[in-house]
């Protein structure tokens, strides 16, 4: 049992540290700080992640899940945009035969 209340301590420790380090980063960015981190379609930034770092910074629940679920809407979106265009723009390199 010791061992574990070591590691309690040890993560309540670095939760509160983040939190308090943070807290008028949140304050000022919060709801769209989220969204805008999970809509960057970049590996690491997805909806799980984003879920984490509004757990860890103590945003509400259900903006949090608000935020995450816009931002994978635009994620998707920004995403689609890029695969169809991207397609669509390489037929501009590609040498037609007729």
Not at 25 to 53: N, S
Request: proline content about 2%; aromatic content about 18%; some cysteine.
């Amino acid at each position: 049992m010791i061992k574990w209340q070591f590691y309690d301590r040890l993560f309540s420790r670095f939760i509160k540290r983040v939190r308090v380090r943070t807290s008028h980063l949140i304050e000022k960015y919060g709801f769209w700080g989220v969204t805008i981190f999970v809509a960057i379609p970049l590996p690491v930034t997805g909806a799980y992640t984003g879920t984490v770092a509004a757990w860890l910074f103590g945003l509400d629940r259900k903006k949090s899940l608000l935020a995450v679920l816009v931002g994978v809407c635009i994620a998707g979106l920004v995403v689609s945009f890029i695969i169809y265009f991207g397609v669509e723009g390489l037929e501009f390199f590609i040498k037609k035969i007729e």
